[in-house]
């Protein structure tokens, strides 16, 4: 079992930036790797993703305004997301592959006010 809690969501300005951070209960390193997620009314898409040999990948919408990083113990992933649109409100989920298999953090909301 992999425990994650997300924090940093909520209101901003379009333009404006947040953090946030997933607390994960085991490293990035003894796993595949972790990422965040996000869902707006329909399926849920991959934001961005770091792999325990630090390999990243970003979904097209926000590459160049978001930005994935760890933690040197490996135990905390954030997201840094800066020049925040209106179509980036929506609930953002950690992620976490552990042995082919995926664990979720509770979700934390970001609105976007345009």
């Known amino acids: 079992q992999v425990q994650l809690v997300e924090s940093g969501g909520g209101l901003v300005q379009a333009g404006g930036s947040l953090r946030l951070s997933c607390a994960s209960s085991k490293s990035i390193f003894s796993m595949e790797h972790m990422g965040w997620y996000r869902q707006a009314p329909g399926r849920r898409e991959l934001v961005a993703r770091i792999?325990?040999?630090?390999?990243?990948d970003y979904d097209d919408s926000v590459k160049g305004r978001f930005t994935i990083s760890r933690d040197g113990a490996g135990v905390t992933v954030s997201l840094q997301m800066n020049t925040l649109k209106s179509d980036d409100t929506a609930v953002y989920y950690c992620n976490a592959r552990n042995r082919g298999r995926d664990f979720w953090g509770q979700g934390t909301q970001v609105t976007v006010s345009s």
């Open positions: 792999t325990s040999r630090g390999s990243i």
